[in-house]
C-alpha cells in the first residue's frame, strides 16, 4: 500500500535539491503533488517528471515571501487539486557569513526567504487544515538551528526560528488533528553546494579538495543525498508517523552526536 495514498502535498521549492526530491517521493507513495516554485523553469521540470510517471501535479510560480503570492498559489491548488493534506515548507535560501561579514541587506534576505516565507505559508495552509479536520505539516530545518556551524550566522538564525515555529505550531494545532515536525538535515549534496564550490574555487583540484573535506566534516564519511532527506519525510508524513509531532529530526551522518 502506497503510503500517501489520497493525499494532496504542497511542497514550497520543489524544483531542486531536497524538494525536488520529496516531491518525486511523494508521488510515488501516491500523493497529488503542488510544487510551489520561484524557479519556473526547474518547476516544470519535476512536475512534468511526475506526470511522465504517472503521477499528479501541479507547477505553480510562487515566491513565499509574498503574502498575495502564497494566496494565489493556495486558491489555484485547491481549485486543481483540491484541499491540501499536507504542507511541506522546504523553500529557503543559504548565505555564507559571520555576524560581521554578513550585510544588513543579506540578513534582511535570509531572514525574508526562511522565516518570513515559512510563516506565510503556515498562516494560509493551516487554517484550511483545521477547517478540514487536521493535516501534517513538516518544515525543513537544519542541524545549524543546534549547532554552531562555521559562517553561517543568518542561515542558522533563520534555520532557529523553523526550529521554533515548529514546536510552536505542533502545540498551537495538536487539538486540531494537525502534526507538525522538522527535519535537521547535515550537509546534503545539493545544488548549492556545487554552487558554493565554483563561485568560491576555481581550480579543479582545489574544487576537488573542498569537496573531500565537506564531505568528510560528517563522521558518516560523506555528505547525505537529497533522496536520503525525502525517505525520512515521507515516513514522518505518513501514518506510520501518526503518533509524532513537535519532533525535529537530525539526519546528518552523526555531526551532532558523533563529532
Not at 520561484?38 to 501541479?58: H, Y
Not at 538564525?157 to 488533528?177: E, F, I, Q, R
Request: proline fraction near 3%; glycine fraction near 10%.
Amino acid at each position: 500500500m502506497k503510503k500517501l495514498i489520497h493525499k494532496t502535498a504542497i511542497i514550497t521549492g520543489a524544483g531542486k535539491g531536497i524538494g525536488r526530491s520529496i516531491a518525486l517521493r511523494f508521488a510515488e507513495e501516491g500523493a497529488k503533488v503542488a510544487i510551489w516554485e520561484k524557479d519556473q523553469n526547474a518547476g516544470r521540470q519535476t512536475a512534468d517528471e511526475i506526470k511522465n510517471n504517472g503521477g499528479t501535479a501541479l507547477f505553480v510560480p510562487c515566491e513565499i515571501s509574498y503574502a498575495e503570492a502564497v494566496t494565489e498559489a493556495l486558491t489555484e491548488t485547491v481549485q486543481v487539486l483540491g484541499n491540501p493534506t499536507h504542507l511541506v515548507n522546504n523553500a529557503g535560501i543559504a548565505h555564507v557569513g559571520t555576524a560581521t561579514s554578513t550585510t544588513e541587506k543579506d540578513f534582511d534576505q535570509i531572514i525574508e526567504v526562511n522565516t518570513k516565507g515559512l510563516f506565510i505559508c503556515l498562516n494560509k495552509v493551516i487554517p484550511i487544515l483545521v477547517e478540514n479536520g487536521g493535516g501534517v505539516i513538516l518544515n525543513l530545518a537544519s542541524i545549524a538551528s543546534r549547532l554552531g556551524i562555521a559562517e553561517r550566522f543568518a542561515y542558522s538564525a533563520s534555520k532557529g526560528a523553523a526550529l521554533a515555529m515548529t514546536l510552536s505550531v505542533a502545540k498551537d494545532y495538536v487539538d486540531h488533528g494537525i502534526r507538525c515536525n522538522c527535519v535537521c538535515p547535515g550537509r546534503v549534496h545539493t545544488p548549492f553546494v556545487d554552487g558554493f564550490l565554483e563561485k568560491y574555487y576555481s581550480d579543479d583540484n582545489e574544487r576537488a579538495e573542498k569537496f573531500s573535506e565537506l564531505s568528510k566534516y560528517q563522521p558518516i564519511g560523506r555528505m547525505g543525498e537529497p533522496d536520503e532527506i525525502a525517505s525520512l519525510a515521507t515516513f514522518l508524513c505518513s501514518d506510520e508517523a501518526s503518533f509524532i509531532t513537535g519532533g525535529a529530526y537530525d539526519i546528518d551522518g552523526g555531526t551532532m552526536t558523533l563529532r
